[in-house]
């Protein structure tokens, strides 16, 4: 592992700036390394992580920063929940661990400096200080993985009935006995 000053620096060059988001998601992602056990997760664990993000925020791209888990490489799962939250997974013995910020966190924040008038600085401070367990829960959790689920998987492609678009990685669905993609079964995001 880094420094966290280390990982602050990379994190604002890839972001673009350093904020109070930024500083969440490294303590997020070094915190949950910590708890599996990962030393090396840029180097030699680099295979072993797959990180689940629930919110697209300044979070999310500093998480990437520490865990080496992208989404091009099918490592950083993205799930809209609207939530400052992430699982980080081992797949060399399946554990996975959840962490969630905590709402009182902000509040803490201000408790900490409140002669700080700038929100975004007073958060940043205080989100480098503040414990663990002042910034987030945690919860032990399970998460199925399949094969299809990582990179290099090698299965058939389907062509949608519907569209003709190819899908990869058995993400097609069957209704009335016609293969479609999401899109075309229901989920599309553009009409
Ligand atoms: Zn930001
Ligand atoms: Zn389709």
């Known amino acids: 592992m880094k420094t966290f000053d280390e990982y602050v620096a990379l994190a604002g060059e890839a972001h673009g700036h350093i904020c ?4 969440l998601g490294l303590r997020m992602a070094v915190y949950g390394m910590e708890l599996l056990g990962i ?5 030699k664990d680099r295979k072993r992580v797959v990180t689940f993000v629930e919110i697209d925020r300044c979070a999310t791209d500093a998480i990437p920063i520490v865990t080496g888990c992208r989404l091009g490489k099918r490592a950083l799962k993205f799930r809209d929940f609207g939530k400052m939250a992430a699982t980080f997974c081992d797949l ?20 900490m400096y409140p002669e700080m008038a700038n929100k975004n600085q007073q958060q940043m401070r205080a989100y480098r200080e503040m414990t663990t367990d002042e ?15 990582f990179p290099g998987y090698k299965g058939e492609r389907h062509i949608c009935a519907e569209c003709g678009e190819g ?14 993609c999401r899109g075309c079964a229901g989920e599309r995001y553009y009409e």
Do not use: H, M, Y
């Not at 030393?39 to 180097?43: M, T």
């Not at 060399?92 to 408790?111: D, F, M, P």
């Open 20 to 23: 109070a988001g930024q500083i």
């Open 39 to 43: 030393e090396d997760p840029g180097g």
């Open 92 to 111: 060399s013995n399946g554990r996975a661990v959840r962490i969630a910020a905590l709402e009182s966190s902000k509040q803490r924040a201000r408790e």
């Open 135 to 149: 910034l987030f829960c945690v919860q032990w959790v399970r998460v199925q993985l399949g094969p299809e689920d």
């Open 167 to 180: 899908i990869s990685f058995e993400r097609q669905v069957t209704q009335a006995g016609r293969v479609l």
